[in-house]
Nanobody, 115 residues
């Protein structure tokens, strides 16, 4: 059974930082491209950042320079370091693992950026 378990969400003030982790099980983690998506209330889910099996990274324009995605294949874990958080970063964040037609999602973790 495939599981993607996210952790690290919460309430943070504008300008603050958070670090997400997504631990995968049931898949050969190193073979999967990993991504973080987010969905704000009333909006569509959007790609935040992705990292390929080879370590190539891609970011949404809105988070470039503030967020960093990384992976540790030995720990079957992908991370998202978020700095200089803004209220518009408030959303539920989802971890995604993809290999061709195989597509798995975590349960989501809430981030609220507010004073």
């Amino acid at each position: 059974q495939v599981q993607l378990v996210e952790s690290g969400g919460g309430l943070v003030q504008p300008g603050g930082s958070l670090r997400f982790s997504c631990a995968a099980s049931g898949i050969t983690f190193s073979m999967y491209d990993m991504s973080w998506y987010r969905q704000a209330p009333g909006k569509q889910r959007e790609l935040v950042a992705s990292i390929t099996t080879g370590g190539y990274t891609n970011y949404a324009d809105s988070v470039k320079g503030r967020f960093t995605i990384s992976r540790d294949n030995a720990k079957n874990t992908v991370y998202l370091e978020m700095n200089s958080l803004k209220p518009e970063d408030t959303a539920v964040y989802y971890c995604n693992a993809r290999l061709r037609i195989k597509d798995y999602w975590g349960q989501g973790t809430q981030v609220t950026v507010a004073t």
